[in-house]
């Protein structure tokens, strides 16, 4: 499977942005797929993931973003509402095909299959 990752930019604190994933390869619609930040200086952490009906969100983004996925088209979405400074990062996509319990859809290290990264830098 490869990941394509688009969509950040430069925005003000406040604003919404929608990033997308296009998959290619592979049993796509089957997949868990999630959504990761690093900031400079920082490991990479947890934002949102999505598993069969199933969607988790790191705390400090629950009510804000919202991960969603269209598996017709292989495309993975991160819709981002209300962006603080704080959210200022490179967005990484991944996928795998294994079944992780919630958990374990919070570990990169679980994911097979990763996006290039698209930077996305909110202003204040």
Known sequence: V???ASGGGLVQAGDSLRLSCAASGGAFD?????W???SPGKEREFVAAKRASQTYYAGSVKGRF??????AENMVYLQM???KPEDTAVYYCA???RSWI???LR???NFNYWGQGTLVTVSS
């Not at 919202?66 to 598996?71: A, H, L, Y």
Request: proline fraction near 3%; hydrophobic fraction near 30%.
């Open 30 to 34: 089957t997949y868990s797929v999630a």
């Open 36 to 38: 990761f930040r690093q």
């Open 95 to 97: 996928a795998d095909p």
């Open 107 to 109: 570990e990169a290290k």
């Open 2 to 4: 490869q990941l394509q």
């Open 66 to 71: 919202t991960i969603s996925r269209d598996n």
């Open 81 to 83: 509402n209300s962006l």
């Open 102 to 104: 919630y958990s374990a």
